[in-house]
């Protein structure tokens, strides 16, 4: 079989991005990295770290996180491969900056709201589906 052969489709190795399979899949090594940094960031930092990763968990495990939009997903999905790496990474190279303790702090304290956000909008998801399913049981069998 060639590169070029249509035999087979190809089929993407891992999650589709944007779904809670990709922010399960971005955990994993989140929680395993945060765990590799031992006292490279300081103790606010990496109670924030996982802070953030306790909101990702909240997200994959609510069975009404699939009615989260897309755009949340691959939000969450990046806050554990990118957002708070990067955030983390950056402070490591510029820790002899002054300020730059308070920078990070400032910068996780953002990415833990969004996260924070993003569970609680899972959990409010659940609850409109909830609400839409009993007026249009109501409409169709009202009450007699």
Known sequence: MGWFSRDEPQRPSGPTPGTVEAVGAALVPYVR????????????AMVLCRLIGDHLEDVVSDPSAKLLDVQTLVTLERTASAHVPDTINAYLAARGVSGAQDMLIRQLTTIEGVAASAAKRSIESARDALEIQGAFLEEKFGHG
Not at 33 to 44: A, D, I, K, N
């Open 33 to 44: 990295w945060l765990r590799s940094l031992g006292s490279q960031v300081p103790g606010r």
